[in-house]
């Protein structure tokens, strides 16, 4: 029992230091811009088609294609952001969901015309890895290893870059900083294509470690939403915490009850926590 709990948790572990990777890009555009990024779900499966895609047809290591995705993830976010959001950007918060819900209907109507609802996996293997009665899959470890480096990559960006701190400024104040002489539509553009960016890089993750279809990215959607407020909105550390929590979640309760009492323990938390401290386990007070 011990060890089957200490293989659980070390899997939830893992998994959840992805969900916390793609719950950053959701949170960042919201922290950024106050948008909430209903297109979330299927630029994840995005990424998990591009990683595939990039192994089956082009024979690229799945890591590597990661970079590929991560590029053209950002390139997306940016479009999106120019076409469908810049122009609801201060509108009521109504106009912004219904303008990324619209995104969010169009990649999933063309990505099942082309892909159809079939389920797909990438087939790549790095080994094991045993410690004591714990065996890691060596793929799963590699991605909670990159997403970490991820993590630590956006955060030195933030804290370290002019164009960094250019998004901390136009997140606690976008007409200050503008009238300072930075180019808030430009950051607002950046920010965007690099929620979009972190989303795509989490799914491609994900799908080397899972089976995928053109749908999959809406229950990771919801994951994020949980994880989100569990970390604290426009929180991007806050969300890595907060996927911890939700991955251990999902490694124990199949431990001690039937894996279908897992959504439904993920929501009665997430509910706990709007009733209880809705600024997030690791936001500040307002």
Request: charged share 5%.
């Amino acid at each position: 029992m011990l060890g089957q709990l200490l293989a659980s948790l070390t899997d939830g572990l893992l998994i959840g230091i992805v969900y916390g990777l793609a719950a950053m890009g959701l949170t960042l555009i919201f922290g950024v811009m106050n948008v909430i990024n209903l297109a979330h779900g299927p630029i994840i499966a995005l990424g998990m088609f591009g990683v595939y895609l990039g192994y089956t047809v082009l024979g690229l290591n799945p890591f590597v294609g990661l970079l590929l995705v991560g590029v053209l993830g950002l390139l997306l976010g940016v479009v999106i952001y120019t076409v469908a959001v810049h122009r609801v950007i201060n509108a009521p918060h109504l106009s912004s969901l219904l303008a990324t819900f619209s995104v969010n209907m169009i990649i999933i109507g063309v990505g099942t015309s082309i892909f159809s609802t079939s389920f797909r996996n990438v087939d790549f293997n790095l080994g094991s890895l045993s410690l004591g009665p714990v065996t890691v899959p060596g793929t799963r470890l590699a991605a909670a290893l990159l997403a970490l480096l991820v993590t630590a990559a956006l955060y030195l960006f933030l804290r370290r870059t002019r164009p960094g701190k250019y998004v901390r400024a136009v997140a606690n104040n976008r007409t200050a900083a503008g009238l300072m002489g930075i180019p808030a539509t430009r950051v607002l553009a950046l920010s965007f294509g690099i929620g979009t960016a972190l989303a795509a890089v989490a799914g491609g993750l994900i799908a080397m470690s899972l089976p995928f279809t053109i749908l999959s990215g809406g229950a990771y959607e919801l994951k994020s939403f949980v994880i989100v407020v569990l970390g604290g909105l426009g929180n991007p550390i806050g969300a890595l915490a907060g996927g911890v929590v939700l991955g251990l979640i999902e490694g124990i309760v199949p431990v001690f009850m039937q894996t279908t009492w897992v959504p439904v323990l993920e929501f009665v938390l997430f509910v706990l926590i709007l009733l209880l401290r809705p600024q997030g386990l690791f936001g500040a007070q307002r």
